[in-house]
């Protein structure tokens, strides 16, 4: 089972600046890693898959990078409404796991 | 527009079975695999299982293999998730999504439907 570790827990951050968030996998995922926006009392959003490609609709200040075992999900400027917890998911033949997430807060 | 829309959910004892059904509108059904995704009270997001368009080919995560069945009929657009030998820990959010065929990610997702394993 591959192992995913979301960093940090918690980001404080304010509105404009840019958040970095980092998932690392504990064996090689290739690129097929997503990343998720949740809010309070809503489901999951698909922001980025297969590591850095935009879903439909996700503006491009949200961006994704990486390979193998080390990813990261990139907001250039903040937005009020980009608060929230984010979470990354990878697939291998049809077994997932997500990580922990990573609640972004209003500094 | 794409829908999908959980229910089934409830209040079930220790040991006890419980079905989820997840209505799909908006897209051709049996060409997409589906998956079930839930959340604890106040947790992370954990991969409970999947199927494939066809429902020939259905996977579970380590935590709910043997007591958990997943199914769809293609022909009522349903989604199914047959929970048996319940436990406190399965007390979460059940979340049904649709899983994209070329990147194999869960592209549109209900609001969920609550269970809550309690004596």
């Known amino acids: 089972e591959t192992v995913l570790t979301q960093s940090p827990a918690t980001l404080s951050l304010s509105p404009g600046e840019r958040a970095t968030l980092s998932c690392r996998a504990s064996q090689s995922v290739s690129r097929y890693l997503a990343w998720y926006q949740q809010k309070p009392g809503q489901a999951p959003r698909l922001l980025i898959y297969d590591a850095s490609n935009r879903a439909t609709g996700i503006p491009a200040r949200f961006s994704g990078s990486g390979s193998g075992t080390d990813f990261t999900l990139t907001i250039s400027s903040l937005e009020p409404e980009d608060f929230a917890v984010y979470y990354c998911l990878q697939r291998s033949n049809w077994l997932y796991s997500f990580g922990q997430g990573t609640k972004l807060e209003i500094k | 527009e794409v829908q999908v829309l959980e229910s089934g959910g409830g209040l079930v004892q220790p040991g006890g079975s419980l079905r989820l059904s997840c209505a799909a509108s908006g897209f051709s059904f049996g060409s997409y695999g589906m998956t079930w995704v839930r959340q604890a009270p106040g947790k992370g997001l954990e991969w409970v299982s999947g199927?494939?368009?066809?429902?020939?080919?259905?996977h579970y995560a380590d935590s709910v293999k043997g007591r958990f069945t997943i199914s769809r009929d293609n022909s009522k657009n349903t989604l199914y998730l047959q929970m048996n030998s319940l436990r406190a820990e399965d007390t979460a959010i059940y979340y049904c999504a649709t899983v994209n065929s070329g990147s194999y990610n869960f592209d549109y997702w209900g609001q969920g439907t609550p269970v809550t394993v309690s004596s």
């Open positions: 199927i494939s368009g066809s429902g020939g080919g259905t």
